[in-house]
């Protein structure tokens, strides 16, 4: 039976929902999933009241629905000569193994309707967070585990309150951390810990609480222009690295943009941070680790006109002390039009932003024109940029980028058939396919074995290969 069509019986059972980051939470028929299909292929991816009894913040998780070499002979020494030390060789590095295929598993879908929202690998499986609708106008939040990204188990599920659903996942020595959204009435984000991803608490800090008391965290100002797009405010990502976390988010203030920069060793205690005095009016979009560093993206001058926001990135050594970037100044001119970069996308060799108006258009994608960089330190156009798959679906693991098609597509949609890797951003190898997915992506990430993709009806696993 289709995920989107069960029974009324089945409905009563179990939690039923939309497990789509950009699609509407509703019921489609197979004709209007193909026009929201191709009309959902125009946007970049990007990254409630009474229902039936659930599970509390102390619930028994059983009550979750499981998816469930020879050694050489010494030389005899002479009675003249002392021993020499041999020096041992230089082991060669492991060579990166190619992806040049991905071959994709039978669907699995799950009896009940779920949004992921972030996923890591843990513990030779997957941990995940997202939200589980248990009725019409309700979403719990969910965290979820999985021992190879198809067949998933919900482990404690809970009702936040506010709609501060988990959003973002990241793994803190030998723990998990979740965060939590932020809402528009400026309820302060949560954050929940575990160090199995199976049992989670709710963390209590007041130096968490602090950096986010007093933001202006509401709707656009009515002063600014209305077709540029409104900057999200609150917690806006988060990245762990080997010089700890760092929190990033916006607020208004003083009729500009007020950047929220926050950095923790462990995840106890959290102190503000600044960015460089050349970075008026910032606003954050994306942040990743890169070389045990930090990389942060997105614009300078957002405020009431469109026209003065330029895009704009930094980097740090240690999420402490921000410099910013150099941004290929040639490329960013459209008279009369502000900018900003968008997601960042890291992989072994270099990273990779698109590009986008601060104003809207009728169509065509949120971000268009990539900028490389080996570093962060400085970016540049992509010497292609229409032959570049990275303003479209794309997602990495710090390691490899890949990027799946096609983007833009008629009505019907004729399913997901092309694929693409990189590791620098820039150069990009086309992957085959071992078949054309027809189930409508929702959201995908890439992992150490392959690539996880949430559709809106299944999960798909895509192993890479050398070929078919």
Same mark, same amino acid.
């Given at each position: ?312 990135? $930094? %980097?740090?050594? =240690? !999420? /402490? &002390? ?7 100044? +040639?490329?960013?001119?459209? #008279? @009369? ?55 479209? $679906? %794309?997602?990495? =693991? !710090? /390691? &490899? ?7 833009? +597509?008629?009505?019907?949609? #004729? @399913? ?53």
């Amino acid at each position: 039976m289709s995920l989107r069509h069960r029974s009324a019986e089945a409905a009563d059972r179990l939690p039923f929902g939309y497990r789509l980051h950009f699609v509407t939470p509703m019921r489609l028929s197979v004709a209007a999933i193909a026009t929201v299909a191709a009309l959902a292929l125009a946007v970049l991816l990007w990254p409630i009241s009474d229902g039936p009894p659930v599970a509390s913040e102390s619930a028994d998780p059983t009550a979750s629905v499981a998816q469930s070499a020879a050694a050489s002979a010494s030389p005899q020494p002479t009675p003249s000569a002392s021993p020499t030390m041999t020096a041992s060789p230089t082991p060669a590095p492991t060579p990166r193994a190619q992806w040049n295929v991905l071959t994709w598993s039978d669907p699995v879908t799950p009896p009940f309707v779920v949004h992921l929202a972030d996923l890591v690998p843990w513990d030779d499986g997957y941990v995940a967070v997202g939200s589980v609708e248990v009725s019409a106008d309700r979403a719990d939040a969910a965290f979820l585990t999985s021992p190879d990204g198809l067949h998933w188990t919900i482990t404690h599920q809970v009702r936040p309150g506010s709609d501060r659903l988990p959003a973002h996942l990241v793994a803190v020595g030998d723990e998990l951390l979740a965060f939590s959204t932020v809402t528009a009435d400026g309820t302060v984000p949560l954050i929940w810990s575990s160090p199995d991803g199976t049992s989670w608490l709710l963390d209590d800090d007041p130096s968490w609480e602090a950096a986010w008391t007093g933001l202006d965290l509401g709707p656009m100002p009515a002063t600014w222009d209305v077709t540029q797009h409104a900057p999200v405010t609150g917690l806006v990502d988060v990245a762990s690295g080997p010089e700890g976390l760092v929190v990033i988010g916006n607020a208004y203030r003083d009729g500009g943009m007020a950047p929220l920069l926050l950095h923790s060793a462990d995840a106890l205690a959290w102190s503000s941070v600044s960015l460089p005095a050349d970075s008026p009016s910032a606003m954050l979009n994306s942040v990743v680790v890169r070389n045990g560093g930090f990389v942060m993206v997105g614009a300078n001058g957002v405020g009431p006109e469109t026209q003065t926001a330029e895009p704009a990135a $930094w %980097a740090s050594h =240690d !999420g /402490v &002390r921000w410099t910013r970037a150099t941004v290929d100044a +040639a490329n960013l001119a459209q #008279p @009369g039009i502000g900018g900003e970069l968008g997601p960042i996308l890291a992989g072994e060799d270099g990273l990779v932003a698109c590009r986008g108006n601060r104003e809207m258009s009728a169509g065509g994608p949120r971000y268009f024109l990539p900028f490389i960089s080996a570093d962060g330190s400085r970016w540049e156009a992509a010497d292609d940029p229409n032959g570049s798959p990275a303003c479209g $679906w %794309a997602a990495s =693991d !710090g /390691v &490899r980028i890949v990027a799946l098609g096609p983007g833009l +597509a008629p009505i019907p949609w #004729p @399913g997901l058939s092309m694929a693409w890797v990189s590791t620098d951003g820039s150069t990009w190898q086309p992957m085959g396919l071992s078949s054309t997915l027809p189930d409508l992506l929702e959201r995908f990430w890439v992992v150490p074995d392959g690539v996880i993709y949430a559709g809106v009806q299944s999960f798909w696993f895509g192993t890479p290969g050398a070929g078919l």
